[in-house]
């Protein structure tokens, strides 16, 4: 490459950033994003979910089988990176689940190509 080209990679001094384009901070490396925790606002939300829940299916389920179908349904979503509808999404299919019943989850997780295991 050029040396006199302005922004040219291989001209930059050391520890000049100006052509860096890997987009880390100079010495170090780049800060991990990942999903951000639960917050108060998630879990007043959920905590509201499994008081409807409980007030719907202790009589015909239990509370300890209430307990278990919301916990199931919240961790369906670890490591979600948006969080704001967990809470519904939650109750949703923590619903399905005590309606039905126990059986088998036919909302597993999704083939890598997108196509079931079996037809």
Do not use: C, W, Y
């Amino acid at each position: 490459m050029d040396p006199d080209v302005p922004g040219d990679p291989s001209a930059a001094p050391a520890g000049d950033t100006t052509g860096d384009t890997t987009g880390e901070p100079p010495g170090g490396t780049a800060p991990t994003a990942g999903p951000d925790p639960p917050d108060d606002k998630e879990r007043a939300n959920v905590a509201a979910v499994g008081r409807r829940l409980h007030q719907r299916f202790d009589a015909t389920a239990g509370p300890e089988e209430v307990d278990r179908a919301l916990d199931e349904a919240i961790h369906r979503f670890d490591g979600s990176r948006i969080r704001a509808f967990v809470p519904i999404l939650a109750e949703r299919i923590a619903t399905d689940s005590l309606r039905t019943g126990p059986g088998p989850d036919l909302r597993g997780p999704v083939a890598p190509d997108g196509l079931p295991d079996s037809i």
